[in-house]
């Protein structure tokens, strides 16, 4: 079995959890495969595993794990909890997620039966246009475009988790906010991770009052240890805790972001009217079958499922099942399936109140047995073509444009049964940059393409458009077996997020893995371009293996930041990834 380093409550409910406790290689025998045993690196950090027998948290900071376990033991619901959880984060993981963000969350509410998806992704001003970042005739700088108020979208966080509280919350509103608001009163100490980002941030030290709040008077990033106090961001917390969203949306919050954004060096354009008018949307969850399971996620304008579970699906079309984790052949196949599913992303995957989507087509069954066809087994395809299965391809352009890695994901799983999974985002590291009440604002119209047509001059679907919500990979899953949820899971990781999914997907479902194990083992795969390994890993054994394939290789750091739960018969399993902070516990 791997070895893991147990992280019960007790290890994390001091503060921030011990880290680089260990980096290096252990090895582990893969389950029910006698003829594997695969060398599975732990990554940077110390591998998380937790059980529970009547309701968990998987989250990525130990003090966010405090606040939902906490509201789990007093009977509320899991939306509840990720709530309480993801306030908590927004305190303690500026960087990744909050209020000034978006995000997406798939549920299975266990006395309905049913699975729900909700959308709560930033939308483009009503005064944004397709031009918004071109000078000359030309895409301007992507860092340009971050650093700006111009790529600030109107937040939909909020709104969404209102509606998830309307539908399935149990406790009062007001009781969720209290552990964040108690936190950023009382102070909470800055982890490893938070000093690292801010030591290397540049561009947040420029803005005036991200500087004044993250920095102390020399411009030196808040040591570890340091307790940092955010009184401004606890009274915005009262004030939506009173008065419910409206409080963030109208009034004087919202008066104070658009004079932010209006003000910065770059100015945007967000109004009150967009956030006023600003709703999230229930969508059709996007579910399919795998094997003896069922696969669901969010749909677009979201990227991350459709993909999945086209890899999934080319997949179990090749022999992946049967070799091990860290082979060769592995790594091979699960690069050549995301090159596949990524040329059609670039191709077809926008906001689909803007454009015709063939969700249905690109998951064709038929059509994933064609495009698993094209992969060779000694051999890369390189640079995978899009496929065609509605007969768009000649007048849809490809956007390829980058998507920054500074997410979080939350999952709960409350004591009658009900789980969600929820990934939100600011975008990038800190995103705009921009300071706000005490937090931080989206660049997430980013991730629109930068221009509206491609190199052929033909118009992106994934172009800025007024009202509109940009494409994204984030990922939050659920796995079902006999109509029941059997694990939910979800990363950071911008476009990566992807592939991170998918490895623990088939780490779990085909390699049987235990579900730390499958987070454990070394990141891989391609984006339709390099084959990405994970640096200083047992994957270093595999590189000539691959460019003798033809693959073009990059050892590279690949920080994932995984969060997951498994329901088993013995009870509920937790999953957390050892490359960042984060830790499941439950009761």
């Known amino acids: 079995m791997l070895a893991v380093l147990l992280a019960w409550p007790s290890a994390w409910a001091?503060?921030?959890?011990?880290?680089?406790?260990?980096?290096?290689?252990?090895?582990?025998?893969?389950?029910?495969?006698?003829?594997?045993?695969p060398e599975i690196a732990t990554g940077r950090g110390r591998s998380q595993f937790s059980q529970a027998a009547h309701y968990m948290v998987?989250?990525?900071?130990?003090?966010?794990?405090?606040?939902?376990?906490?509201?789990?033991?007093?009977?509320?619901?899991?939306?509840?909890?990720?709530?309480?959880?993801?306030?908590?984060?927004?305190l303690v993981e500026p960087q990744s997620s909050g209020i000034g963000g978006g995000g997406f969350l798939i549920g299975y509410d266990a006395a309905t039966q049913k699975v729900q998806a909700y959308d709560?992704?930033?939308?483009?001003?009503?005064?944004?246009?397709?031009?918004?970042?071109?000078?000359?005739?030309?895409?301007?700088?992507?860092?340009?475009?971050?650093?700006?108020g111009l790529s600030v979208g109107t937040p939909g966080l909020l709104r969404m988790l209102g509606q998830v509280h309307g539908e399935h919350g149990k406790l009062e509103w007001a009781r969720l906010f209290?552990?964040?608001?108690?936190?950023?009163?009382?102070?909470?100490?800055?982890?490893?991770?938070?000093?690292?980002?801010?030591?290397?941030?540049?561009?947040?030290?420029?803005?005036?009052?991200?500087?004044?709040?993250?920095?102390?008077?020399?411009?030196?990033?808040?040591?570890?240890?340091?307790?940092l106090k955010n009184p401004a961001l606890a009274q915005v917390l009262r004030d939506i805790a009173k008065n419910g969203p409206d409080a963030f949306y109208q009034g004087k919050v919202a008066r104070h972001m658009v004079d932010a954004v209006a003000g910065h060096l770059v100015p945007g354009d967000l109004n009150l009217r967009d956030l006023a008018g600003y709703r999230s949307i229930e969508r059709e969850p996007l579910c399919a079958p795998y094997k003896v399971y069922v696969l669901c996620g969010v749909p677009p304008p979201s990227s991350g499922p459709l993909a999945i579970i086209q890899m999934m699906t080319i997949l179990?079309?090749?022999?992946?099942?049967?070799?091990?984790?860290?082979?060769?052949?592995?790594?091979?196949?699960?690069?050549?399936?995301?090159?596949?599913?990524?040329?059609?992303?670039?191709?077809?995957?926008?906001?689909?109140?803007?454009?015709?989507?063939?969700?249905?087509?690109?998951?064709?069954?038929?059509?994933?047995?064609?495009?698993?066809?094209?992969?060779?087994?000694?051999?890369?395809?390189?640079?995978?073509?899009?496929?065609?299965?509605?007969?768009?391809?000649?007048?849809?352009?490809?956007?390829t444009s980058p998507e920054l890695p500074?997410?979080?994901?939350?999952?709960?799983?409350?004591?009658?049964?009900?789980?969600?999974?929820?990934?939100?985002?600011?975008?990038?590291?800190?995103?705009?940059?921009?300071?706000?009440?005490?937090?931080?604002?989206?660049?997430?119209?980013?991730?629109?393409s930068l221009s509206d047509v491609d190199a052929q001059n033909k118009l992106v679907v994934n172009r800025l458009e007024p009202g509109k919500r940009p494409r994204s990979s984030m990922s939050p899953m659920l796995v079902l077996k006999d109509g029941k949820p059997y694990m939910a899971i979800g990363?950071?990781?911008?476009?990566?997020?992807?592939?991170?999914v998918a490895k623990v997907l088939v780490g779990v479902l085909d390699w049987n893995l235990s579900l730390q194990e499958a987070i454990d083992l070394p990141n891989f795969g391609s984006r339709n371009h390099y084959t990405d390994l994970e640096k200083d890993t047992v994957l270093r054994d595999v590189a000539e293996d691959l460019r003798a394939m033809g693959h073009e290789v990059r050892e590279v750091d690949f920080p994932s930041g995984l969060q997951g739960i498994r329901l088993t018969p013995d009870g509920l399993e937790g999953g957390a990834d050892p490359r960042r902070e984060g830790v499941a516990a439950g009761g």
Do not use: C
Not at 129 to 140: E, H, L, P, T, V
């Open 58 to 90: 998987s989250s990525a900071n130990p003090l966010a794990t405090q606040a939902g376990v906490d509201i789990l033991a007093e009977g509320g619901s899991a939306a509840d909890a990720i709530i309480a959880v993801q306030l908590v984060l927004n």
């Open 316 to 399: 179990s079309h090749t022999p992946i099942a049967d070799l091990p984790p860290v082979s060769p052949e592995a790594v091979h196949y699960f690069s050549e399936a995301g090159r596949l599913a990524f040329a059609d992303r670039a191709v077809y995957v926008a906001d689909p109140d803007f454009a015709d989507i063939p969700v249905k087509a690109l998951l064709d069954p038929q059509y994933l047995r064609l495009r698993a066809d094209l992969i060779m087994p000694k051999r890369t395809i390189g640079k995978a073509p899009p496929g065609d299965p509605v007969g768009m391809l000649a007048v849809r352009g490809e956007d």
């Open 120 to 148: 709560g992704r930033e939308t483009a001003p009503e005064t944004a246009r397709g031009n918004r970042f071109m000078q000359g005739g030309k895409a301007i700088a992507f860092k340009d475009a971050v650093n700006s």
């Open 491 to 500: 990363s950071p990781g911008g476009a990566s997020i992807i592939n991170f």
């Open 178 to 227: 209290e552990p964040a608001i108690q936190l950023a009163e009382q102070g909470f100490e800055v982890s490893p991770r938070l000093h690292a980002m801010l030591d290397e941030n540049a561009e947040l030290r420029r803005q005036e009052a991200s500087a004044a709040y993250f920095y102390d008077e020399k411009g030196r990033a808040w040591p570890v240890g340091h307790v």
């Open 14 to 37: 001091t503060g921030v959890p011990e880290l680089l406790l260990k980096a290096g290689i252990e090895k582990a025998e893969v389950r029910d495969k006698e003829d594997i045993n």
């Open 406 to 448: 500074s997410t979080t994901h939350i999952v709960v799983v409350d004591r009658e049964g009900s789980v969600m999974s929820m990934t939100s985002s600011i975008e990038s590291a800190f995103g705009s940059k921009i300071f706000v009440d005490g937090f931080l604002l989206n660049n997430q119209l980013t991730d629109f």
